[in-house]
């Protein structure tokens, strides 16, 4: 055995004082610096054989029909978005398979909804999210700025990504992003702006690269609080990203194009439901003149909408999916040892108020809220816990107390 002062790295030199840790072999050492690069260089040399050999993820592939049955738990209609959704998402996994080595590349389809507040697409995202293997984040568009202004660059929506993938870039690069309230960085008027359009057309033209795929250097803890941090590079090339907004005043753009009157001489049934859903004809030259730039419309091929909910689609919302709000007040209220039965008067009053306020699904939440708050107060302390019955007298007494009674349609 070698005396101690004669100890030093096999690989670097360094003597026994100059190291924090010296590990003994058969006939040498070997420092902790060392066992650090050594690991690196072991790391890049298998990435290197995954990249040549096979594809670079091994997902088990979800069908189409699979993924919208999972929807159809947790979303009431919107047929025709769960079906974009879902084969947009099968075929993100399917280009996350593909070998390097063909012939033919595969394009990705970023998709963008179109819908009313309230219609679900938030609610489809999240319920994407629950299914998916891989990573996933909801980022926020209204937020975003020119870069050199207060507020967050849209190198933030990495940022999230690399968060919700525990900061492994791999995952991340073959992630999918929905980016919510698209809407809102449409630029105010048709015209390309002269001037600086800090939180609109600006923020567009930021997002084109971000979009079709290249390298982008990411701050891993956010924007400019920390200038000091190293940044992470990552390719947005593999990475899918799902845009919503509800768009407000491109049904009047749709009418315009279309010819669609309202006033005027009694039409058929059949027009005057399809006037009632204008966005059903909605197409990237609607969103061009509502503001979005035809660079930004390019790199988000699929487009598809949201339809308006009726008063039986309201309902069924509020009783059949799995997290259904009239199942959320009766779990509630499990928790009290007490049965809540709501009547379907009761339930019908609700959906009617609904439809009045206008607010979509959200709308429910609210109202329910109205209705359900005097009996979740008093429950609790009461002595005798049975049962409790919700009729429509009681919900028209509740609704009429409170101020909600005094909001109009607009």
Same mark, same amino acid.
């Given at each position: ?18 190291? +924090? ?24 040399? +298998? ?24 929807? *159809? ?16 998402? =099968? ?119 971000? +979009? ?35 768009? *407000? ?85 499990? =928790? ?22 206008? +607010? ?16 979740? =107060? ?33």
């Amino acid at each position: 055995m070698k005396k101690r002062s004669d100890q030093h790295c096999s690989f670097c030199g360094k003597n026994k004082e100059e190291v +924090l840790i010296l590990i003994a072999g058969i006939d040498g050492f070997i420092c902790e610096s060392c066992v650090q690069q050594a690991q690196l260089i072991i790391d890049e040399e +298998l990435a290197q054989q995954q990249d040549k050999e096979q594809p670079k993820i091994n997902l088990n592939l979800v069908k189409p029909k699979e993924i919208k049955s999972f929807l *159809d738990e947790y979303v009431i209609g919107q047929e025709e978005a769960k079906k974009v959704l879902s084969v947009a998402v =099968y075929n993100h996994y399917k280009r996350l398979n593909q070998k390097t080595n063909e012939d033919i590349e595969i394009e990705k389809s970023n998709i963008v909804m179109v819908g009313e507040t309230g219609t679900g697409k938030t609610l489809l995202a999240k319920t994407i999210a629950r299914l998916l293997k891989v990573p996933f984040t909801i980022v926020d568009a209204t937020v975003f700025t020119e870069a050199g202004y207060v507020g967050e660059d849209v190198e933030s929506i990495l940022s999230r990504l690399l968060q919700s993938a525990n900061y492994d870039v791999k995952a991340a690069e073959r992630g999918i992003v929905y980016i919510d309230e698209i809407d809102k960085i449409a630029r105010k008027s048709s015209n390309p702006s002269i001037t600086r359009d800090v939180s609109g057309e600006g923020v567009q033209q930021s997002m084109l690269k971000l +979009l079709e795929g290249t390298d982008i250097q990411v701050p891993p803890q956010g924007g400019r609080k920390h200038p000091e941090q190293k940044m992470i590079k990552i390719n947005t090339q593999n990475i899918l990203f799902v845009c919503g907004g509800a768009f *407000d005043g491109i049904d009047k753009i749709i009418a315009r194009r279309t010819q669609t009157q309202v006033i005027g001489y009694k039409k058929p049934d059949d027009e005057l439901a399809e006037a009632d859903n204008l966005l059903q004809f909605v197409n990237p030259q609607d969103l061009k003149a509502f503001g979005l730039i035809p660079e930004l419309i390019g790199r988000i091929p699929v487009l598809t909408y949201l339809e308006p909910l009726t008063a039986g689609t309201l309902k069924r919302i509020l009783t059949e999916p799995k997290n259904a709000l009239i199942k959320q007040y009766k779990k509630l209220m499990e =928790y009290e040892g007490i049965e809540l039965d709501i009547e379907e008067d009761a339930i019908d009053f609700i959906v009617e108020k609904a439809v009045e306020f206008k +607010l979509g699904a959200r709308g429910l939440r609210t109202i329910c809220e109205a209705v359900m708050t005097d009996a979740m =107060y008093e429950t609790p302390s009461a002595e005798e816990k049975e049962s409790i019955t919700i009729t429509r007298e009681y919900a028209e007494e509740k609704l009429s107390k409170t101020k909600l009674n005094k909001l109009k349609a607009a």
